[in-house]
T-cell receptor
Framework: DADVTQTPRNRITKTGKRIMLECSQT?????MYWYRQDPGLGLRLIYY???????NKGEISDGYSVSRQAQAKFSLSLESAIPNQTALYFC??????????????FGEGSRLTVL | GDSVTQMEGPVTLSEEAFLTINCTYT??????LFWYVQYPGEGLQLLLK???ADDKGSNKGFEATYRKETTSFHLEKGSVQVSDSAVYFC?????????????WGLGTSLAVNP
């Protein structure tokens, strides 16, 4: 089984619907991240969390919210999805040591299409 | 501000060709530098890294040397294989301050034909 698991892997939805993407990890890491990948735009950080009680906005947090339900679980919500949120979403983890050395561990991605 | 610039893709090569993917950076202070690779349908994974000037990172036949004088970290491989087809991301992290986050390049797609 993967160390960082994202569900769903693929989702097609309609404008205005609420969507939740879930991430769970078995690496025991305290830090978790949500990124968005778009062609030609690389990776952009949406939110990150350094522990259960610490949530921080990234560079493109508008239109998104997150919940850190436990150390191992970090979910991303789109309260009212819009077409320009169509993208590939990645969850990643690190601990204090690997974060400071720049190594993140990524899930396999969740492809979201908003019609 | 701090940034990473990679050569645009896609890059298309024949098997056994030499690969170079250029990466330059702008940073205040002294960053650590990374190459991540994303194989089709997968998440990113760390390929190699270098933490100080003149360090060479290497893995799976890939190499990159941290050149402070040219602010570069170009990725090279002497003989690519079809299995190297992927998207390659250059990134940096500053070696000072709290809450350090990776700064990413836009990625370079590589396709290797048999």
């Amino acid at each position: 089984d993967a160390d960082v698991t994202q569900t769903p892997r693929n989702r097609i939805t309609k404008t205005g619907k609420r969507i939740m993407l879930e991430c769970s990890q078995t690496k025991g890491h305290d830090r978790m991240y949500w990124y968005r990948q778009d062609p030609g735009l690389g990776l952009r950080l949406i939110y990150y969390s350094f522990d259960v009680k610490d949530i921080n906005k990234g560079e493109i947090s508008d239109g998104y919210s997150v919940s850190r339900q436990a150390q191992a679980k970090f979910s991303l919500s789109l309260e009212s999805a819009i077409p320009n949120q169509t993208a590939l979403y990645f969850c990643a983890t690190s601990d204090y040591g690997t974060a400071n050395t720049g190594e993140l561990f990524f899930g396999e991605g969740s492809r979201l299409t908003v019609l | 501000g701090d940034s990473v610039t990679q050569m645009e893709g896609p890059v298309t090569l024949s098997e056994e060709a030499f690969l170079t993917i250029n990466c330059t950076y702008t940073a205040t202070g002294y960053p650590s530098l990374f190459w991540y690779v994303q194989y089709p349908g997968e998440g990113l994974q760390l390929l190699l890294k270098a933490t100080k000037a003149d360090d060479k990172g290497s893995n799976k036949g890939f190499e990159a040397t941290y050149r402070k004088e040219t602010t570069s970290f170009h990725l090279e491989k002497g003989s690519v294989q079809v299995s190297d087809s992927a998207v390659y991301f250059c990134a940096l992290i500053l070696n000072a301050g709290n809450n350090r986050k990776l700064i990413w390049g836009l990625g370079t797609s590589l396709a290797v034909n048999p």
